[in-house]
């Protein structure tokens, strides 16, 4: 019995890993469109959602294959070629703007014939990010405006964690024009947000010579170990390979806080260090649109 009982969990484990098997049911392409159609489909289909006019470009096309899953976590596992159908993949890019460009796929429609002979159709499908690229170009453009108007130098990243986050370092130690700034970026991730929900990061240094140095040239070959808008003091920590203590912060851009780096809360903030014991501070701002009514979060961070 203890054998018997072995091996059935055996098959049933082998069962987890490998699929439930074929059930029977089949899959047939359905008026198919040619790639001349599916181009015309998908422009359409883009111009309809966003707008914009695009040229929109074939770049690979395989054999069909529809996937089901079932049991726990979806480990059950079927592929169901369907005959004579296609999956081609996309490259879609604004007609007027070329920096903005995505990826798309399309897949034909087919009917399934089940075991007992009944069947369904289902319609042909077409998703891309180009919604989402358009949105992180127009917000990138935006901030990279703003900025022009106070700093002839500043560093744009796109965030290493996170494919819709961004990383703005700027040296500056005038607190109306950083707010201005701060308040000026929220407004723009928040009225983005039907095309892509941004979060942004703003390393804020006061010394200068700091800055010059450019550690935050770094920035792109860190990493976070989890998704998500990366850490301020992980990353300061990766690109500077210095000491990095988190000596404050805040809700807001508060410029008490600013101006005193750090020092109006040292009798509330239970983390407040005197700056003068490092080397230089670097002031994190983070915020995303739902924190934007509240003008996001300040950290600041001290480096030795």
Do not use: W
Request: proline share 2%.
């Amino acid at each position: 019995m203890i054998r018997k009982s072995g091996l059935c969990a055996a098959l049933f484990f082998c069962m987890l890993l490998c699929g439930c098997g074929d059930d029977g049911r089949t899959y047939k392409v359905k008026n198919p469109l040619s790639e001349a159609e599916i181009v015309e489909y998908v422009t359409k289909a883009v111009k309809d959602e966003t707008g914009d006019d695009v040229d929109v470009k074939i770049v690979g096309k395989e054999d069909m294959i529809i996937t089901l899953s079932d049991g726990i976590d979806g480990c059950l596992r079927t592929d169901y070629p369907v005959e004579g159908g296609h999956t081609y993949h996309l490259e879609i890019r604004c007609k007027s703007e070329g920096n903005i460009m995505g990826t798309g796929t399309y897949e034909d429609g087919c009917t399934v014939t089940y075991k007992d002979g009944a069947t369904r159709d289902f319609k042909p499908k077409f998703s891309s990010d180009y919604k989402k690229q358009r949105g992180l170009y127009l917000i990138r453009s935006e901030f990279e405006r703003e900025l022009g108007q106070y700093f002839s130098e500043y560093y744009i990243y796109k965030d290493v964690s996170n494919d819709a986050g961004y990383d703005i370092f700027l040296q500056c130690s005038d607190y109306d024009i950083l707010e201005r700034i701060l308040k000026s970026f929220n407004r723009t991730v928040s009225s983005h947000r039907n095309e892509v929900y941004t979060c942004f990061s703003v390393y804020i240094y006061k010394d200068a010579e700091a800055f010059q140095k450019r550690a935050f040239t770094l920035y792109p070959n860190g990493h976070e170990d989890f998704g998500g808008q990366s850490h301020g003091g992980d990353m300061i920590e990766q690109y500077t390979g210095k000491n990095v203590t988190e000596i404050g912060g805040g809700r807001g851009f508060e410029r008490n806080l600013f101006e005193s780096d750090g020092a109006s809360a040292a009798e509330t903030d239970e983390k407040y260090e005197d700056a003068a014991r490092f080397d230089y501070l670097i002031f994190y701002y983070d915020s995303e649109p739902n924190a934007a009514s509240h003008n996001g979060d300040t950290r600041i961070y001290g480096v030795r």
